[in-house]
């Protein structure tokens, strides 16, 4: 070995891949075959990993030329397996393939499916089971909203009935007593007459000759179910203009008087046209009462009477 050359197996030489340079070629370096690097004095050898126990020194440096040797380590006190040195896989290098992993430690997993695709089923029964939960409960009373149909139960164990209770209108009037003109007690010179054409009472008749101090009609009116709050209709006629009563309930006058308006906007002296209605609210007991319309001082009493009836609860 001269200082010029200092052969082809001098570490500094030691290239695996030597055989593709001209150097390396000049030099003796081979290409792989079987194993090695495809250089002078290559070796394949099997290397065992793992064989040092623990506490024991680490492995000696190998002579130069000699391959090292790999202690064993155990797994308490147990050597490991072996593994074939990178020299040994053919072509020059280990095996790019994936090696299967033992006893399942590194088997890969994917995605949970089965798992949710259980859970997509639980949230849509979930939302199913809801629905119908949902329009079951919707139609337990198809009466729930109708409740305004029914009297409430203050309403229905009061003895005074609620203003409310007026407005159902026909079917509160036809429980309670009515009367026409003609069956009205007549007092202080006032008489029947249908000369005026438009009356509702029987035969178009009236009551006249109200147009003065000390003309009155009655009603002995009986059945009135109990005390309470009624109201009283009244239809009746006035010249185009407007004109009052005096409103009297079982002889105790009234604070407001009867308001017998010119609501019908009939021209001045057409009692034909006039013919309207109002309304008083009153009290009543329960059983029979007295109810009298008259003229008294103050009162204008220019008007035709025709009908009177009665309604549960006053308007408003």
């Known amino acids: 070995m001269t200082p010029g050359n200092n052969g082809a197996s001098t570490p500094e030489d030691d290239d695996p891949f030597g055989y593709l340079y001209a150097d390396g070629q000049a030099n003796g370096a081979q290409p792989p075959s079987g194993g090695g690097y495809g250089y002078p004095n290559s070796v394949s050898r099997v290397r065992a ?56 430690g590194g088997r890969s997993r994917g995605p949970n499916t ?24 919707g139609d337990d ?28 209108g026909d079917d509160s009037k036809a429980d309670l007593p009515a009367i026409d003109a003609k069956a009205l007690s007549l007092e202080g010179g ?17 009551v ?7 003309a009155a009609v009655t009603w002995s009116v009986s059945g009135i179910p109990e005390d309470g ?12 203009k407007d004109g009052n009563a005096t409103l009297t309930i079982n002889g105790t006058p009234q604070s407001r008087p009867l308001n017998m308006k010119n609501f019908a906007h009939a021209p001045e002296g057409d009692y034909e046209k006039g013919w309207t209605n109002t309304w008083g609210n009153i009290t009543l007991n329960k059983g029979t009462n007295t109810i009298r319309i008259s003229c008294e001082q103050g009162n204008a009493c220019d008007a035709n009477l025709d009908q009177l009836s009665l309604q549960a609860g006053w308007k408003s």
């Open 229 to 240: 709050k009624y109201t009283l209709n009244v239809t009746y006629s006035v010249p185009g």
């Open 114 to 137: 089965k798992g949710l695709l259980i859970g997509a089923v639980a949230v849509v029964a979930a939302v199913v089971i809801g629905i119908v939960v949902a329009m079951a409960g």
């Open 141 to 168: 009373d198809p009466n729930d909203n109708k409740a305004s149909d029914q009297p409430s139960s203050s309403a229905a164990g009061s003895g005074s009935p609620s203003p409310s209770a007026s407005a159902s």
């Open 49 to 104: 990993v793992g064989e040092r126990q623990y506490g024991q020194p680490q492995q000696q440096t190998a002579q130069y030329g000699q391959p090292p040797t790999v202690p064993q380590q155990g797994a308490y006190g147990q050597p490991n397996a072996h593994y074939a040195a990178p020299e040994n896989f053919g072509g020059g290098g280990p095996s790019t393939g994936r090696q299967p992993a033992q006893n399942g």
């Open 208 to 214: 006249g000759n109200f147009n003065h101090v000390g």
């Open 190 to 206: 006032t008489s029947l007459a249908s000369d005026v054409k438009g009356a509702k009472a029987a035969g178009g008749t009236y």
